[in-house]
T-cell receptor, first 113, second 114 residues
Framework: NAGVTQTPKFRVLKTGQSMTLLCAQD?????MYWYRQDPGMGLRLIHY???????AKGEVPDGYNVSRLKKQNFLLGLESAAPSQTSVYFC????????????FGQGTRLTVV | AQTVTQSQPEMSVQEAETVTLSCTYD???????LFWYKQPPSRQMILVIR??????QNATENRFSVNFQKAAKSFSLKISDSQLGDAAMYFC???????????FGTGTRLQVFP
């Protein structure tokens, strides 16, 4: 029962480096989300997707890009990492329907030095 | 824009006692859904309970229940017979009827003392 899987679980980047976080779900969910979690700020929505080939901005999209080329995958990219992007990143997915539960990955701890 | 506010950064409770975590939200929508998620030290997000705004009856899941006050835009979580395993961060979340986004509060860290 894989559910939502995030890769990698930990990463340290130098300022200016780029990287891609991968989220994969095996539940055939239409909706996928990327959040960042920072102390005292809860989970803030970065970008989300309501279906293959579609993406939309969330609350804090600056400095990030996303792609949803396949329904099961949602990629989060950092083109030029900054120390302010040090955070724990969560991917989530859910099926259409307003009452459906969102399933979360285990999180990726990213440190930018 | 919708917002979710959790005004208690930290709470503590004695084992077997009852504790209530507060959550308020702001929205102009009339239909929406509210959730409480638990995040233990493992970081995994776990759904605790959900409430549909059109239902007047408060949701209950075993030791967890909510007090949903739609007019006051309040959605508190009551944990009865607290257990050591209840210690975690608790997040309140909102999702509008016509919205795809799940919006979270800042969280309440619950400590449970033996």
């Amino acid at each position: 029962n894989a559910g939502v899987t995030q890769t990698p679980k930990f990463r340290v980047l130098k300022t200016g480096q780029s990287m891609t976080l991968l989220c994969a779900q095996d539940m055939n969910h239409e909706y996928m989300y990327w959040y960042r979690q920072d102390p005292g700020m809860g989970l803030r929505l970065i970008h989300y997707s309501v279906g293959e080939g579609t993406t939309a901005k969330g609350e804090v999209p600056d400095g990030y890009n996303v792609s949803r080329l396949k329904k099961q995958n949602f990629l989060l990219g950092l083109e030029s990492a900054a120390p302010s992007q040090t955070s724990v990143y969560f991917c989530a997915s859910n099926a259409p329907g307003q009452n459906t539960e969102a399933f979360f990955g285990q999180g990726t701890r990213l440190t930018v030095v | 824009a919708q917002t979710v506010t959790q005004s208690q950064p930290e709470m503590s409770v004695q084992e077997a006692e009852t504790v209530t975590l507060s959550c308020t939200y702001d929205t102009s929508e009339s239909d929406y859904y509210l959730f409480w998620y638990k995040q233990p030290p493992s970081r995994q997000m776990i759904l605790v309970i959900r409430q549909e705004a059109y239902k007047q009856q408060n949701a209950t899941e075993n030791r967890f229940s909510v007090n949903f006050q739609k007019a006051a835009k309040s959605f508190s979580l009551k944990i009865s017979d607290s257990q050591l395993g209840d210690a975690a961060m608790y997040f309140c979340a909102y999702r509008g009827y016509n919205t795809d986004k799940l919006i979270f509060g800042t969280g309440t860290r619950l400590q449970v003392f033996p």
